[in-house]
């Protein structure tokens, strides 16, 4: 079975500060998705981001970016200068097999940010 | 906005009630998910319809079930309500169901059982 672990429950943060989310990820496909979304306090889930398991480059979107590292099964996301909107639970989830050509997100339990003003 | 809408937003009702979701998919999707969310599970991957067809079920109890209609929009029934089938119930969906496509999140519906 496939696993997803963000370690950190919670995160507060000072604005400005940037912040990392980690992400630890296990499975046994050679070939996989992962993704970020974020829920913020209105409680909608909301995409982040897409990476594949052959591809290994560093992604940056605006204050966002992603450091996806294969030899730690680690697929991280640090935000550059926190700003009070971006307070909300991150998740990370990995795409898994369930059979008969359906996918289904395992999601990890979420850390929840606070940017503090 | 994802584009995928589910109603109602809040439901509250009793134990032993039987309630009715509804998700309509994004433009052009085929594939719709049902996902709950509870403080103890996380979320959780319940089941998965593309086409009309269920294709996957994961975490799904006997008293719920799904289906998925020609016009595409889904339902989720669930019945024999219990006080720890509160949660927040999302519907996902995406073009085809592949693993590298995202699936695009509605807004929940907050079931509250009392």
């Known amino acids: 079975a496939q696993k997803v672990t963000q370690a950190q429950t919670e995160i507060s943060v000072v604005e400005k500060e940037d912040v990392t989310l980690d992400c630890v990820y296990e499975t046994r496909d050679t070939t996989y998705y992962l993704f970020w979304y974020k829920q913020p306090p209105s409680g909608e889930l909301v995409f982040l981001i897409r990476?594949?398991?052959?591809?290994?480059q560093n992604e940056i979107s605006g204050r966002y970016s992603w450091n996806f590292q294969k030899s730690t099964s680690s697929f991280n996301f640090t935000i550059t200068a926190s700003q009070v909107v971006d307070s909300a639970v991150y998740f990370c989830a990995l795409s898994e097999n369930s059979g008969a050509g359906s996918y289904q997100l395992t999601f990890g339990k979420g850390t929840k940010l606070s940017v503090i003003p | 906005d994802s584009g995928v809408t589910q109603t109602p937003k809040h439901l509250i009702t009793a134990t032993g009630q039987r309630v009715t979701l509804r998700c309509s998919p994004r433009?052009?999707?085929?594939?719709v998910y049902w996902y709950q969310q509870s403080l103890d599970q996380g979320l959780q991957f319940l089941i998965h319809y593309y086409n009309g067809e269920e294709r996957a079920k994961g975490n799904i109890l006997e008293r719920f079930s799904a289906q998925q209609f020609p016009d595409l929009h889904s339902e989720l029934n669930l019945s024999s309500l219990e006080l720890g089938d509160s949660a927040l119930y999302f519907c996902?969906?995406?073009?085809?169901?592949?693993?590298?496509?995202?699936?695009?999140f509605g807004d929940g519906t907050r079931l509250s059982i009392l």
């Open positions: 990476r594949n398991s052959f591809d290994e």
């Open positions: 996902a969906s995406s073009v085809e169901g592949m693993s590298n496509q995202p699936q695009h």
């Open positions: 433009s052009g999707d085929l594939s």
